[in-house]
């Protein structure tokens, strides 16, 4: 089946900065872009086995001879490119090569067709391990920042962003959840197969798939139809354990309102719905992907603590998923405005102010080693809590020099102009600036001290 034109209708590549990326050298490819994956896959879970069939269209970026893919820990079993098979396909070092009969021009069209198969299992990195992940009774991905190679060939980086199709096969009695909209869910014998198209440019990163005993649950929202939202919310769900079920439901009952402030102070929710997993197992840390998140069990409290982590990654919709980095050394983009995100829900919902958070973070960094850039911080540092805590402060810092009202003007029109495309801090300050008028500083003046300095400025305000 090949890819209808509603799956890519919305695609668009983002603006592609030098590939590979310094934080990730080993990942990606500047020869090629891709607009499309249609994703045919079929997993057994007892036995941990995958096996899959996945259509790539795109073009190419450079005149070329050779395609690099990354695939980890899977083989490729047969391969062709527009129809033909290579001169030669091998595989080495988490890439898949594949050297072409003739060298392709710039803007060449590309079908890249590949069916692979084995046992998948994390990547180990910088980070610990990445990617495809077994629970105790099921399967979950979690693909930042070069997991996605794990589960399906890619040019993995995050300033690559496409449309996906995503067709998952498995056993009777488990839902497979994936981005987008679940357009299709058939039964065969002791098979079930559930389909899902994310019409939104989205990187390979947050493309996921989510396995377990799940039932869903109607969380609230107008309507549940493709489209049916007006900007001001949208259908939310929770795939939840039955045991887990009334646990979740109270978990997560100010979702909704939360939608609805972010909405207010980041303009319309980039998305046709919003998914909440919820795993039978507990996880360290909860997880983002484009039009879902995935929590533990241990995350389902109506404390502060889970709350804050809720809202979090209910933020990263706007800023990691429809605004996606175009390079990881930016990530406070996303972690920096995700955890100001828990600050503003903290004060529009009745707890502490923005700024009794920020007075609080603040003193904790105090107290820390003051050997971070967070605009930059290195591959071992970028997803140090100093970059989240930072981050946020420097936001408030740029909010209480420019007051409310053009503050988070400033936040609705980054999150409207940029709405699934790839941004950078020097966008991000020159939009700071229009906003700000000649009556501010520069916002680099302001911000940098915050971004770009080992030293912790002073408290915002003092």
Known sequence: ???????????????????????????????????????????????????????????????????????????????????????????????????????????AALSIEIRYAGTPRPRRSAWGEVGWEELTDGVMVAGQPNGAPTWFPCNDHPSQKSSYRISFTTDAGYRAVANGELVSHTKKASRETWEYVMARPMATYLATIQVGRYLLHDLGGPGTGHGAHSGTSVPQFAAVPAALRDSAIAALADQQHMMEVFVHRFGPYPFDRYTVVVADDELEIPLEAQSLSIIGRNHLDTGWESQRLIAHELSHQWFGNSLTAARWQDIWLHEGFACYAEWIWSEESGGATAGERAKAAWGKLAGLPQDIRVGDPGPEQMFDDRVYKRGALALHALRLAMGDETFFRLLRRWCTANAHGSVDTTAFLALADAEWGTGGQPAEHLLAPWLFSLGLPRFPGR
């Open 1 to 107: 089946m090949t890819p209808s034109s509603q799956d890519t209708q919305t695609a668009a590549p983002g603006r592609i900065p030098a590939i590979p990326d310094a934080y990730t050298p080993g990942s990606g490819s500047a020869a090629f872009a891709v607009d499309h994956y249609h994703l045919e896959l079929e997993c057994r879970l007892a036995a941990n086995r995958l096996s899959g069939r996945a259509v790539l269209t795109g073009r190419t970026l450079t005149p070329t001879a050779r395609l690099e893919l990354d695939l980890v820990g899977l083989q490729a079993a047969k391969v062709s490119v527009n129809g033909q098979r290579p001169a030669k396909s091998t595989q080495r070092n988490g890439k898949l090569l594949l050297d072409l009969n003739l060298e392709l021009p710039a803007g």
